[in-house]
């Protein structure tokens, strides 16, 4: 992976990372709480010979001192030293217990030893340190006395007297936030990374780059007031969702050039990404720009566009495949543009062969020779075969993905299927993605709100069409008496 790809995880996961190194400083925060403090005081000696003499004979005695400092450290922790500290001082422990309180360390080439003592009371911590360091003393005179009567070659001096100590030495506040902070980001830095190599949905183009590379012909943002309002036409003509829609026309129009059939299929691999709406507000925006349209609902399992639009559902495609009624009956005028509507009709217990059949080619290419776009509403692809037998006869699919509603796998499934049918995918939509973050959609329109309208008219104008005629079978004139419902 690149560096941008590992910038991308960590905004994608700094809400994860951020709340376990947060949680690190808080155990922290609670260890130094919870731990009862503890106080340490130091005393610290000297190591002298007692005799004087020549420089060579000082210079030995100091080589002496130095080899001594380190066997005295040693019986620090001896009963020798600490039994008389426990019975001066009263203390309700044993030595070993004691040693576990007192610590003595040298310095090399130095013949200094410091005594450290810890315990809950600074007073009684400095207390020890001292009576340790008297101990000492007096244990080191009698052990390097040769008899009763001879003195010792060696003088231990205290120095620097143990003091009570202000503040504790442990907990240490500061390294327990820091380490929890360290650990907390170590986590949430693995955690981040096992998330992100077992998640294999599809949240943004770069995901959907490592399936395919077929055409991105736009991505539509998630917008909460679209479940209640899925239609283009209930949101402000400048919003952000529609300029997406207006994109995702020009686009599609552009990718479709030059193919022998204008009908387009719209769908997606698995239920719930958005394909009946992108559907539905395609023909809308391609209505929007001066063309003729007709949408067509092929869902004929879970048909929806009627009732997006508000139309009437019990006749139409279905009607037509069966030989009810001819299509240009069960076409449906909707909103003030040249957009008619053919919706599924009854559901049928034969969806796959319905729409396999030569009578669902025949109506394509009738409503093909009437108007300027055909745009039809498929089935999903995993979960049925309608919309794969359908898209061997159109001029090309254009695949719908739901940002983390599909897995990777779903999509490469889905265009193998459509590849083995000889399909033409047109490109790839991406709806529901967010509006910020590390998958947002790179290209936001919010800034371009207030651009001229006669602007927009114009460049609507100058995009191409798979026909460049007005219908001829069905006139606007011929609709005019009836009533719109929008």
Do not use: C
């Given at each position: 992976m690149e560096l941008r790809d590992y910038l991308r995880?960590?905004?994608?996961?700094?809400?994860?990372?951020?709340?376990?190194?947060?949680?690190?400083?808080?155990?922290?925060?609670?260890?130094?709480?919870?731990?009862?403090?503890?106080?340490?005081?130091?005393?610290?000696?000297?190591?002298?010979?007692?005799?004087?003499?020549?420089?060579?004979?000082?210079?030995?005695?100091?080589?002496?001192?130095?080899?001594?400092?380190?066997?005295?450290?040693?019986?620090?922790?001896?009963?020798?030293?600490?039994?008389?500290?426990?019975?001066?001082?009263g203390l309700g422990m044993t030595s070993k217990e004691l040693s576990a309180k007192v610590k003595a360390t040298s310095d090399l080439n130095t013949v200094l030893i410091?005594?450290?003592?810890?315990?809950?009371?600074?007073?009684?911590?400095?207390?020890?340190?001292?009576?340790?360091?008297?101990?000492?003393?007096?244990?080191?005179?009698?052990?390097?006395?040769?008899?009763?009567?001879?003195?010792?070659p060696v003088k231990l001096s205290i120095v620097t007297p143990a003091v009570a100590p202000r503040e504790a030495s442990a907990p240490n506040t500061r390294l327990n936030l820091a380490l929890g902070l360290l650990a907390g980001l170590v986590f949430g830095a693995g955690t981040t990374l096992l998330r992100t190599t077992l998640d294999n949905k599809i949240r943004g183009e770069a995901d959907l780059r490592r399936v395919t590379n077929a055409p991105m012909l736009g991505g539509i943002a998630f917008d909460r007031d679209a479940v209640k309002k899925p239609l283009i036409t209930q949101a402000p003509n400048q919003s952000p969702r529609a300029e997406s829609f207006r994109q995702i026309r020009t686009n599609?129009?552009?990718?479709?050039?030059?193919?022998?059939?204008?009908?387009?299929?719209v769908t997606s691999s698995l239920p719930g990404e958005g394909k009946s709406t992108t559907a539905t507000n395609l023909a809308i925006t391609l209505a929007q720009a001066g063309q003729s349209?007709?949408?067509?609902?092929?869902?004929?399992?879970?048909?929806?566009?009627?009732?997006?639009?508000?139309?009437?559902?019990?006749?139409?495609?279905?009607?037509?495949?069966?030989?009810?009624?001819?299509?240009?009956?069960?076409?449906?005028?909707?909103?003030?543009?040249?957009?008619?509507?053919?919706?599924?009709?009854?559901?049928?217990?034969?969806?796959?062969?319905?729409?396999?059949?030569?009578?669902?080619?025949r109506m394509v290419r009738q409503l093909e020779s009437t108007f300027d776009s055909v745009i039809i509403d498929a089935p999903p692809l995993l979960p049925v075969t309608d919309a794969a037998v359908l898209s061997q006869h159109l001029g090309g699919v254009i695949l719908i993905v739901g940002s983390q509603r599909v897995r990777q796998g779903d999509v490469e499934k889905s265009l193998g299927a459509l590849e083995l049918v000889g399909s033409n995918v047109l490109g790839i939509v991406m709806n529901m993605l967010p509006s910020k973050g590390a998958d947002a959609y790179a290209y936001s329109y919010q800034s371009y709100g207030s651009y001229d309208a006669e602007a927009k008219r114009s460049l609507?104008?100058?995009?191409?069409?798979?026909?460049?005629?007005?219908?001829?079978?069905?006139?606007?004139s011929s609709f005019e008496a009836n009533s719109r419902r929008s």
């Open positions: 995880i960590l905004r994608r996961n700094w809400i994860l990372i951020v709340s376990l190194a947060l949680v690190g400083v808080i155990g922290g925060a609670a260890s130094s709480l919870l731990i009862r403090p503890t106080y340490t005081a130091e005393t610290q000696l000297f190591v002298a010979i007692q005799n004087s003499g020549t420089v060579q004979e000082l210079q030995q005695g100091n080589t002496f001192s130095q080899a001594r400092v380190q066997s005295y450290t040693k019986t620090v922790d001896t009963p020798v030293v600490l039994q008389p500290v426990i019975d001066t001082l410091t005594i450290s003592a810890s315990d809950g009371s600074p007073v009684q911590a400095a207390a020890i340190a001292q009576a340790v360091g008297d101990s000492l003393i007096k244990a080191v005179d009698a052990l390097e006395r040769s008899d009763k009567t001879s003195s010792s599609m129009q552009f990718a479709n050039l030059g193919q022998k059939s204008g009908a387009v299929m349209v007709v949408l067509v609902d092929a869902d004929l399992r879970r048909p929806m566009i009627a009732e997006y639009l508000g139309l009437e559902g019990s006749a139409g495609l279905t009607t037509a495949l069966i030989g009810n009624a001819d299509v240009q009956d069960l076409l449906q005028p909707w909103g003030d543009d040249q957009l008619f509507v053919l919706t599924s009709g009854n559901i049928p217990p034969n969806p796959s062969e319905l729409l396999g059949s030569d009578a669902m080619l609507d104008s100058e995009i191409p069409t798979a026909h460049s005629r007005p219908p001829t079978r069905f006139p606007r």
